[in-house]
């Protein structure tokens, strides 16, 4: 058997893609045969197989539709199966519309290609403009099976494009595997707060990119004065560039912010997501804008308090029945901190809401996995 990936990163500086191909693969692995192959379809970040996948045959290929060998057609051609996970949110036009656009032309090619293709768990949308919305149905629709991993996405989907079967379960990074060690003897709470570079500087173009209310920058710097006297308080990157200049980096904002407030501890440049949330786990509560980030802390037990800038944070943990997100598309810099503050004061009413919200994100695991069970077995 044959199986492509097509969204996924193994080595990424965003460490919330890298779950997710980490979580994945962790799904489907007891399905494998060892003369099964895997191709990588994943783009310029194909990055080099972690140990941790064992034995599994992977093969990088590069999406190169222009190519006199046919490389990356021939590959297309030849699997049973393909999954999509778009890197679990990147199914919108939000980002760029010329991004949006080179993504349907992998995807269309990659159905033209093999029969099976299965879009995972992910948020859709939203489309700001009608080409978008229009090019999204085309895929959606020849689609062999759609998984959603919110409400708000599976609502969407069937009111605006007529997707009847849309499988609802919850974000794969939720299964990340993981180590809690043993904590301090600080009696100090601990918080981690994860700081998004790419917010910080506006967004991708620097230019409130996401229409926030909220100054992000501002909100940062108070929230962190307000903690520091009696908290031990964690800066923690979930995306990780070192390069210069890079594109998107969280961890020079948290170095940065180190300097300028050395009460605060610096979390190290993780190297895979199992790293970053290892440390997220040991965290009492977690203040987080990066959709993967507030994952790690909020499957480990961590009261977590995400700060939205997309509708896919309010959609996920909605479909969790938890409320307690910072929406900085509506909320004010005050009372953003104000709300913030309240919910770290009031942690033991969010931790008791998270334990019931992580009943349902098992049941939606394994809702899940019978559906890549049936997936798997059906190809042999």
């Not at 972690?50 to 190169?64: A, E, L, S, T």
């Not at 590959?75 to 949110?89: E, K, P, R």
């Not at 896919?312 to 913030?340: C, D, Q």
Request: with cysteine; hydrophobic share 40%; aromatic share 12%.
């Amino acid at each position: 058997m044959k199986i492509g990936l097509i969204g996924f990163e193994f080595e990424s500086a965003n460490k919330g893609c890298e779950a997710l191909v980490y979580s994945f693969i962790s799904i489907i692995k007891d399905w494998l045969a060892p003369e099964d192959f895997i191709y990588n379809f994943s783009g310029t970040n194909l990055g080099v197989v972690p140990d941790y996948f064992g034995d599994i045959n992977f093969v990088n290929v590069y999406p190169k539709i222009k190519d006199l060998k046919l490389k990356y057609i021939r590959a297309l051609l030849s699997c049973d199966v393909i999954f999509d996970v778009t890197m679990g949110d990147s199914f919108s036009d939000i980002y760029s519309e010329k991004y949006f656009k080179e993504l349907v032309r992998h995807k269309k090619l990659a159905q033209f290609c093999c029969k099976n293709y299965v879009l995972l768990p992910q948020t859709y949308g939203p489309f700001i403009n009608k080409v978008s919305s229009d090019m999204a149905s085309t895929i959606l629709k020849k689609a062999s099976s759609v998984f959603s991993r919110d409400e708000m996405s599976k609502k969407m989907l069937e009111k605006t494009f007529k997707i009847t079967d849309v499988k609802l379960v919850s974000d794969m990074a939720f299964v990340l595997p993981y180590e809690k060690s043993a904590k301090s003897d600080n009696k100090k709470k601990r918080i981690g707060i994860n700081v998004s570079g790419m917010l910080y500087k506006g967004g991708f173009n620097s230019e409130n990119q996401f229409d926030l209310v909220l100054d992000y920058k501002k909100f940062i710097s108070i929230i962190i004065e307000r903690l520091i006297d009696n908290y031990e308080v964690h800066l923690i990157p979930h995306v990780i560039d070192l390069i210069e200049n890079a594109y998107d980096d969280d961890y020079r904002i948290c170095k940065k912010l180190n300097n300028e407030y050395p009460m605060t501890r610096l979390a190290s440049a993780f190297v895979t997501p199992i790293d970053a949330k290892n440390y997220i786990s040991q965290m009492d509560i977690f203040v987080g804008a990066r959709m993967h980030a507030t994952i790690a802390a909020f499957s480990s037990g961590v009261v977590t308090i995400p700060v939205s800038y997309s509708r896919k944070f309010e959609g996920l943990y909605g479909s969790l029945n938890y409320p307690y997100v910072i929406n900085g598309k509506y909320e004010t810099t005050e009372s953003a901190v104000e709300k913030t503050i309240e919910y770290i004061n009031n942690c033991t009413y969010l931790q008791v809401a998270q334990r019931a919200s992580m009943e349902i994100i098992e049941k939606k695991n394994a809702l899940l996995l019978n559906e890549m069970c049936e997936i798997m077995k059906n190809l042999r």
